[in-house]
């Protein structure tokens, strides 16, 4: 019994083997995008509920992820006065603040009011919640007088 299940098991690994050879160039490829497969139905229903909008506004969130990121690493770098690995952080970054600034000024076709609209009221029931657990009026919240 254990002589099959090792047999089997090298088998396994061997598909595993030609499968991994193979797909190495594929995955080499900068111009290859994937992403796993649990975040394709949330994508796809946010498009389907906001229209390009929403793929305009995932791109903007995590390409500003990245941008923080690299900002992070390049005080990292100032600090540790490693000026080489400082200025090919800061030519990335360079790249990621014109991808942000063409994706802010991209319009999208459809769902950027609905999308206003959804965020304006995620927004307002979130400071409505923290005003009332912090007793504090809007006028407070805001910076004026109470």
């Known amino acids: 019994m254990d002589d099959?299940?090792?047999q089997a098991h090298a088998a396994k690994q061997n598909s595993r083997d030609v499968i991994d050879d193979n797909l190495e160039p594929?995955?080499?490829?900068?111009?290859?995008?994937g992403i796993p497969p649990d975040l394709v139905a949330?994508?796809?229903?946010?498009?389907?509920?906001?229209g390009d909008e929403a793929l305009r506004q995932i791109s903007l969130f995590c390409i500003g992820k990245w941008h923080a990121l690299h900002s992070s690493?390049?005080?990292?770098?100032i600090e540790q006065n490693n000026t080489n690995e400082g200025l090919a952080?800061?030519?990335?970054?360079?790249?990621i603040c014109t991808?942000?600034?063409?994706?802010e000024q991209t319009g999208s076709f459809s769902g950027d009011e609905q999308w206003k609209k959804m965020l304006k009221?995620?927004?307002g029931?979130?400071?409505?919640k923290d005003m009332e657990e912090r007793d504090i009026s809007p006028e407070l919240f805001f910076g004026g007088e109470q």
């Open 4 to 6: 099959f299940l090792r």
């Open 121 to 123: 009221s995620t927004i």
């Open 73 to 77: 690493v390049l005080q990292q770098h």
């Open 42 to 50: 949330p994508f796809e229903k946010l498009f389907e509920t906001f």
């Open 89 to 95: 952080t800061m030519s990335d970054l360079s790249r």
């Open 99 to 103: 991808i942000l600034q063409l994706i």
């Open 26 to 33: 594929i995955l080499e490829d900068p111009a290859m995008v």
């Open 125 to 128: 029931k979130a400071i409505l």
